[in-house]
């Protein structure tokens, strides 16, 4: 680049230059792997040091080590793993599930998912339906729940044929749902983090009782901070747990596992 820059005073590359050059970058799907791997381990060890439970010499330390493991370990085996120690720090009887979206984070759903499974998870998570079919081999499909919820009625047929559970996000998803039959579902609340999910004031519309929900969801916004949006949105998940009957519950992503037992749930 320096070799094509111009000018007298101040060097510059000209526009035309920069869009007929070639940047090396890895695939997307590793792309997203290695941002979500960074940005779970990075959570989890602030939260802990923001606990008290890692002085700053242990936090460098673990950081230092995780992204090690992140760099030079990109196999199934380190990411069962790190699913290993975020299942050991979930209190009790509390079951630690399994985002595998972008194909198992491009390390591959094939190879990333009966590793899980051999090391103990039981519960699976995509973003989008066209993630589902590489699962259904692997696992049951009871098990596997898609988090973007059924956007139309193709959605909803696919979740209904094969048994996989939808993300119920919003009245209309809901209503759409049932107006097929509807069946075991997922339901995601918002607590908080302004993203997907039901409003607390949409508990009490009717339809919420016709549900079948297998689990209940929401997610932290700061789970990674010291923040008192942490209690808020635990006391917000008590009220919902209130209006909202499910067989399980769930509130904590990675980093909410360090915040201790109260956010753990039913499942994290």
Not at 29 to 38: D, F, G, H, L
Not at 110 to 127: I, K, M, N, S, Y
Not at 135 to 157: E, R
Not at 169 to 185: M, T, V
């Amino acid at each position: 680049m320096k070799e094509r820059a111009a000018g007298g005073v101040q060097s510059f590359i000209a526009l035309g230059q920069i869009r007929n050059t070639l940047f090396a970058l890895p695939p997307l799907a590793e792309q997203s792997r290695i941002v979500t791997r960074v940005e779970e381990l990075m959570h989890l060890c602030d939260a802990l040091e923001a606990k008290g439970k890692l002085e700053a010499a242990q936090h460098a330390q673990l950081v230092s080590s995780l992204l090690t493991t992140l760099t030079e370990s990109r196999t199934p085996e380190a990411l069962a793993a790190n699913w290993r120690a975020l299942d050991a720090m979930s209190a009790g009887t509390v079951h630690t599930g399994a985002a595998v979206k972008a194909d198992g984070y491009g390390l591959g759903a094939a190879q990333v998912v009966p590793t899980l499974e051999a090391a103990g998870c039981r519960d699976w998570f995509v973003a989008h339906w066209g993630e589902v079919a590489a699962l259904l081999p692997l696992v049951p499909a009871a098990s596997i729940a898609v988090l973007h919820g059924p956007m139309n009625t193709a959605d909803v047929a696919y979740a209904r044929a094969t048994g996989v559970r939808p993300v119920l996000n919003s009245l209309p998803q809901i209503a759409r749902w049932l107006e097929a039959g509807g069946g075991p579902c997922d339901v995601m609340v918002d607590t908080g983090i302004n993203r997907l999910g039901l409003e607390l004031a949409d508990l009490s519309d009717p339809m919420i009782a016709q549900l079948d929900i297998d689990c209940c969801h929401s997610h932290l916004a700061c789970a990674d901070e010291d923040s008192p949006r942490n209690a808020m949105q635990l006391q917000r998940f008590a009220l919902a747990r209130q209006q909202l009957t499910a067989r399980r519950y769930s509130l904590a992503n990675s980093a909410g596992i360090a915040l201790g037992a109260a956010f753990h749930a039913d499942l994290t």
